[in-house]
């Protein structure tokens, strides 16, 4: 006999995984997921390629996603950037006797960055943005629903550390009964070690979309940032779990292009 595997546990898995995905790890300095208040400059653009592979196991099932975002920023003046982020995701889950998989495009996003204050080391900004439902719900691969959110971002530096705190409002709109309030909150130490390496540290949390778990995903993060030329980095880190819903562990990694 087929063992089932129990569908409200794989879903809540892979809404949290889809929803941390585009809900801004996309767009900070790869492989961070804590966005800074930096800003292309007019006329300037940037393209980030970004993947992520996560890994995790409850019992006897085992979920597996590998995440690729393709993210192009465009400055419309020096404090403010128009960014689109099209996310691609393959997915599975299952034991030794069954299991399902899906993969395909997920919900695009739209969102602009705006550096609202500036002075000395300190600048905030605000992060407006939405998902566009193109994705295919029924593979879970998009929500249905043009969800929108809202980050605050905060960032002080000083010669070679810099601390970015972000914390948002995010419209979890669904086909399903998750949560429609998501709220998040995290924070990223950097310090330069040579000209060309930084190293970066992650720690953040937000709601559970599942309504039947009050236990809320929480991660930790360090990697490297390394750029061989100005307008060039390569950015690698280990993200693993700090509560039960995150995935055990997940590599994060990429290029990013400013020209």
Same mark, same amino acid.
């Given at each position: 006999m ?8 794989m879903?809540?898995?892979? %809404?949290?995984?889809i929803?941390?995905?585009?809900? /801004?790890?996309? #767009? =900070?300095?790869i !492989?961070?997921? $804590?966005?800074d208040? @930096? ?11 970004l993947?992520?592979?996560?890994h995790?196991k ?14 192009l ?35 695009p996003a739209?969102? %602009? ?7 000395? /080391?300190?600048? #905030? =900004?605000?992060k !407006?943005?939405? $998902?566009?439902p193109? @994705?295919?719900?029924?593979?879970d ?22 601390l ?9 709109n669904?086909?399903e ?16 070690i ?19 778990s009050?236990?809320p995903?929480?991660?930790?993060? =360090? ?14 880190g ?22």
């Amino acid at each position: 006999m087929r063992t089932r595997i129990p569908v409200s546990s794989m879903f809540a898995v892979l %809404t949290t995984a889809i929803i941390t995905f585009w809900a /801004g790890s996309a #767009f =900070a300095a790869i !492989p961070l997921i $804590t966005d800074d208040t @930096g800003t292309q400059g007019k006329g300037k653009f940037q393209v980030e390629i970004l993947g992520e592979y996560g890994h995790d196991k409850e019992e006897s099932v085992t979920n597996e996603n590998a995440d690729l975002a393709v993210t192009l920023t465009y400055g419309i003046s020096a404090p403010v950037d128009l960014i689109l982020s099209v996310p691609y995701e393959s997915w599975r889950t299952g034991d030794s006797d069954s299991e399902i998989r899906g993969n395909g495009l997920c919900d695009p996003a739209i969102e %602009t960055k705006w550096r609202f204050y500036e002075s000395g /080391g300190l600048s #905030f =900004a605000l992060k !407006p943005g939405f $998902t566009i439902p193109l @994705g295919d719900e029924e593979k879970d691969l998009g929500n249905g629903k043009l969800d929108y959110y809202l980050f605050f971002i905060a960032s002080s530096e000083s010669g070679p550390l810099a601390l970015h705190v972000n914390l948002a409002y995010i419209r979890n709109n669904n086909m399903e009964n998750d949560r429609r309030a998501i709220l998040h909150a995290s924070l990223a130490p950097t310090v330069d070690i040579g000209k060309n390496v930084k190293l970066v540290g992650d720690i953040g949390v937000e709601t559970n979309p599942d309504r039947s778990s009050s236990d809320p995903p929480a991660y930790v993060l =360090a990697g490297v940032i390394y750029s061989p030329r100005e307008s060039f980095d390569i950015g690698v880190g280990l993200k693993g779990r700090l509560t039960g819903p995150e995935p055990d562990l997940a590599v994060r990694g990429g290029v990013t292009w400013r020209f």
